[in-house]
């Protein structure tokens, strides 16, 4: 039950940002244009890298090392601020570093990049890493909220112009400045002061940089593209792809929330020796996974034409087009949300992991280059599929020794096949009727009857374990 409370959490902080997104992307894509949120997404990218430097896969670490510990207070407060140390030093590094690279060699955006710096503080005082390792996303998804619609409050209030980027880029740095610092009271019931001659941060200097490999590498196939697409192609065609590519992710993030949840869930079983239990929770985490991955990207799928300029404005008439090519990800990095985030980082199959997002890295840079050139932005969304497949691939490669494929896609059909009604029928509706926010809400329910009316003539798996945790919560309330 903690599992599927701190889901449920996890999944209402997504469900904001779903809604943020309604509210803010068509109003800073009509204030801003393509043209303008290019210039941010493209300052954004290589800003991405100098902070991920600093992170240094910390995060990862820090939440895996905290859940395994979670039962200590001592040792879990000498491995708070060893790494909360060694996050400060690592972060400075990266700050200098990325300053020095603006002053040095920037010269059509450089007051932009600066601006773009605020992410890299933020950074620094990030301590949701040992929240999650401790379970306590509560905390985290408060705070997240509060912050997020002072944001959404704010932009609306600052940006009201072309002149009003900087304005925009600074707010989005400072806020989550704000929302990181905001954890920090809450470490004084968690965590224990002890003598700094037991903190030895660099102990955790080389298991982490471990786990930056797989981070950075991840999301080196998730920045190439833009960065290749605004080198390769034009400002207003990364515009498009930064539009679509956030929708999707948006999206993607409701599905992937379970990976947040789980990752110190097993390594806490994992640290127990539970290997029955993990296995147990891998197949039922990658049922749930499938069954909501597919109806969210046939549902993309079927209104994404009509959806896309109404949403966007005329301007991002193409981001449709995008949005359609780029939806199986959802697929795909759902599923590699479970072999890979939930099964082998926590029981420490690093390795693996690694070489897996490696594989996907090169893939994306090798797509990017053939289909960029030949389709623009399309090409950019198609080489995020390619890289993406290849990723899931990869790891169920390396878990066929311990984990029973056969097994994990067993249903899979079933899901798939009511995704697919579901398409044939809000796909038809959508080119029917004329996009208004009505007429969104009727298609997006009718999917839902359709799909979850399709799931219980399929007998799908998920319709079973969403009626046996109904009973069990009314067994417990008598």
Known sequence: MKVIKNYLYNVVYQILLLLVPLITVPYIARVLGPELVGINSYTNSWMTFFMLVGQMGIALYGNREVAYHRDDPIDRSKIFWGIEMLQGMTILIALGAYLAAVLLFSTTFKH??????????????????YFMGMENFQRIVFRNMIVKLASVALIFLIVKDHND??????????????????LWPYLRKEIKWVPISTWHPFKHFYPALLLFIPTITTQVYLVVNRLMLGRMSTQNQLGQFQNTDQITKVVLAVVT????????????????????????????????ITALAAPMMFGIMAIAEPFAPWFLGAEFNDAGRLMMIEAPIILFIGWSNVTGTQ??????RTREYTI???????????????????????????????????????????????????????????????????????????NVIQMTIANLILEVSLGAVVY???????????????????NSRKAKRK
């Open 112 to 129: 932009y990049f600066l601006l773009q710096s605020f992410w890299i503080i933020a950074a620094g005082v990030d301590v949701s890493w």
């Open 356 to 430: 897996s997002v490696t594989i996907g890295a090169v893939v994306n840079i090798l797509a990017n280059f053939l289909l960029i050139a030949k389709w623009g932005a399309s090409g950019a969304a198609l080489a995020t599929d390619i890289s993406e497949f290849a990723v899931t691939a990869v790891q169920l490669v390396y878990i066929r020794t311990t984990i029973r494929r056969r097994r994990l896609f067993a249903s899979t059909w079933k899901y798939l096949l009511s995704g697919l009604i579901m398409f044939i029928i809000v796909y038809r509706l959508s």
């Open 165 to 182: 980027l900087g304005k925009y880029i600074a707010l989005l740095g400072l806020s989550n400045l704000v929302g990181n610092l905001t």
């Open 452 to 470: 979850i009316f399709a799931l219980f003539l399929f007998r799908a798996p998920v319709i079973e374990q969403a009626q046996e945790l109904i």
């Open 257 to 288: 929330a379970s990976g947040q949840v789980m990752l110190p869930h097993i390594a806490n079983k994992f640290s127990k020796g539970d290997v029955k239990g993990i296995r147990e929770s891998l197949y039922n985490s990658f049922d749930f």
């Open 343 to 348: 099964y082998l980082m926590p029981i420490n």
